[in-house]
């Protein structure tokens, strides 16, 4: 009876060793695939299982995260027999952990080669300058017929993408030259319009120029026309403006032969060398030089 606790103690021990490594915890996005005696019996997702010790097994744990995958250069032959590199990235996503377990031996081996298959028939169907241009056509392509082909294996693909693509260098060196010439036509031609609008604003301006000029003048002499009209009508409305004082004042005949004889006198100061005298003015023109000498005389005798 002395005994009795310490086989108690060793059962209990015993049993602690059999059952707690049997008792799994299952965490957040992993899923277990559990068999028993070796055929597949459950797959557990996340929470608390027990599992019956020597029956069940935990073949498998399965990521149910998204897993991205970056595979090596592939060489690939275009449609135009030019050898280029392709290195693509794959995002896919395991779905159905027993069927990724069970369906296929090493998942991400079969999908690599996968990738690089699907790749050469597709890049085998494009010329170089359309395999360089049409990336979302190749990723689209891809990701269609992987995630088909890798639906059995428990497997989606979400994405596929191109990383690079790798021509020859021979090849590169003529793109390269091929864009700069092309780089090249483009600047001339843009200097070319850039000159052809240059010209185009010079000529204008000096169009518009031309025609402001020839505006200006026009104006000029119109003003100068007009300012000369002005005058002219002043000077005969100060004429009329006379003529008139001279009829409302009544002027007699010999006011008007004295006004006469201050015009001439006005015009014999000129430095013109004729002059014509009217027919009435004759008289008194005589008679004023007659006076001239007459006193011309006296003086000369009163001298004597």
Known sequence: MSNMPEILIAILII???????????????????????GSYYTTWQNG????????????????????????????????????????TVVYFQITDPKLYTYGVEYPVSAIENLTATTLRNIIGELELDQTLTSRDIINTKMRSILDEATDPWGIKVNRVEVK????????????????RAERERREKILQAEGEKKSSILIAEGEKESAILRAEAQMMSQIKIAEGEAQA????????ADGIKLLKEAKADEAV??????????????????????PAELQGLATFGTSLKEFMKDNNKKIDE
């Open 232 to 239: 002219l009508l002043k000077i005969k409305q100060a004429e």
């Open 256 to 277: 008007i032969r004295l006004k006469s004889y201050e015009t001439l006198k006005n015009v014999a100061d000129g430095k013109a060398t004729k002059i014509i005298i």
């Open 48 to 87: 608390l299982h027990f599992k019956i010790p020597f029956i069940d097994t935990i073949s498998n744990k399965v990521s149910l995260k998204e897993i991205v995958k970056d595979f090596d250069p592939q060489p690939v032959i275009t449609k135009d027999n030019v050898t280029i590199q392709i290195d």
């Open 164 to 179: 690079n693509i790798l021509p020859p260098r021979d090849i590169q060196d003529a793109m390269e030259k091929q864009m």
């Open 15 to 37: 049993v602690l060793i059999i059952v707690v490594p049997n008792i799994k915890i299952v965490p957040q996005a992993k899923s277990y695939v559990v068999e028993r005696l």
